[in-house]
């Protein structure tokens, strides 16, 4: 059973903590000979999450074209994999991964295409949602915090509590893609862990969070997947957020402050899977490695603004964003925070029946 944690140390030793770190530079994948590559492979990943220019730049060294399709939600994501569609190449969250794994939908990475891998900071090496890295590689993390608009509310906002402020009745705003996010900041706000598997509990969170729903945003479509539209428009001046979202905004000239709540803010980390079902897992493999080069890394971090698992990248990552405390939180910043653990199959149950009673609820 995975430990749960409240985070109180630094970012290299709350991982340590949670993921029970190892240093692994190899793969699993005995090693054999290189299948022709494919003329196109599929990725699978949110709307605009690498840029345009580092998939033309791997076509052009390769000729493999990059086929881009979008999914809304990770439930989506793994609906559709489950369904037997064919992707060669998925970001999914961490905690998703030992679920597919037991499901047999997840291929065994070859490293032997995957040399860059040597690139990635051991402290997101050989993670106990993945052991030996048999199936991911981590990609980027991040937390997820409140965007506020402080020119537009009546005092200071410091905790998840203050999205049930009733000056914000009809101001506040959810990503509705995200409901395991959404459900842990309201069992924070309540003092319970983000990771409760508790019944009573989470109906406590259920409880709560229907009561936020009279004037609630459930915003579906931000502008690659940025909230800073919804912010700029004055439609929200509170809402659960990231910091690209962030970014974003502030690049906009809001005046939006990205707010550590006092509860703990939640961490959360996506990793490449390649699924059983592809045929092209050599091609993909090889993107992989060609997304593990440092300045292609960088590249990716200095457009979207999210923490790159590549160390070797940070000495090519605009400065402005790598001193950012809201892209790359220090350590007062993790005090109570938590990192989203995969729940118990019991507990996901659990899980999505408290998220339908909420879509469902008539607005109290």
Not at 117 to 130: A, E, G, Q, T
Not at 263 to 271: I, K
Request: glycine share 6%; charged share 20%; hydrophobic share 40%.
């Amino acid at each position: 059973m995975i430990k749960s944690i409240l985070l109180k140390l630094s970012l290299q030793t709350c991982l340590l903590a949670y993921l029970v770190i190892g240093f692994l530079s190899s793969g699993c994948a005995p090693s054999s000979p290189r299948p022709p590559l494919a003329d196109e492979i599929v990725l699978y990943n949110w709307e605009g999450d690498i840029p345009q220019s580092v998939l033309d730049a791997f076509t052009k060294e390769t000729s493999v074209k990059v086929r881009y399709e979008a999914y809304e939600s990770q439930e989506e994501a793994i609906e559709n994999i489950r369904a037997g569609q064919v992707y060669d190449l998925v970001v999914m969250e961490s905690r998703f991964i030992p679920i597919l794994a037991n499901e047999n939908l997840l291929g065994e990475l070859n490293y032997e295409n995957i040399p860059n891998f040597k690139n990635i900071s051991p402290n997101f090496r050989d993670l106990i949602y993945d052991p030996d890295n048999r199936y991911s590689i981590p990609y980027s993390w991040g937390t997820t915090g409140l965007l506020v608009r402080i020119d537009m509310v009546q005092g200071p906002i410091t905790r998840w509590a203050d999205m049930w402020d009733p000056k914000y009745a009809d101001k506040a705003a959810i990503w509705i893609g995200q409901p395991r996010e959404t459900l842990s900041f309201t069992l924070k706000s309540l003092g319970y862990s983000a990771n409760s598997e508790n019944p009573e509990e989470l109906e406590s969170a259920l409880a709560k969070l229907i009561s936020l729903k009279p004037g609630l945003h459930f915003v579906e479509d931000f502008d690659q997947e940025s909230s800073a539209p919804a912010l700029a428009s004055g439609e929200i001046v509170i809402a659960m957020g990231y910091s690209g979202d962030f970014l974003a905004s502030k690049d906009s000239g809001l005046q939006v402050e990205y707010i550590i709540p006092e509860e703990g803010m939640l961490l959360w980390g996506d990793t490449f899977i390649v699924p059983a079902n592809s045929s092209n897992q050599s091609a993909a493999e090889l993107f992989i490695n060609f997304l593990l080069r440092p300045e292609i890394s960088a590249e990716i971090v200095n457009q979207k603004y999210y923490a790159s698992a590549n160390e070797s990248a940070q000495p090519f990552i605009d400065p402005q964003i790598f001193n950012d405390p809201a892209i790359y939180p220090g350590e007062e910043s993790l005090i109570n925070a938590e990192i989203i653990l995969p729940l118990s199959a019991r507990g996901q149950k659990l899980y999505d029946e408290i998220w339908q009673r909420f879509l469902d609820a008539d607005p109290q």
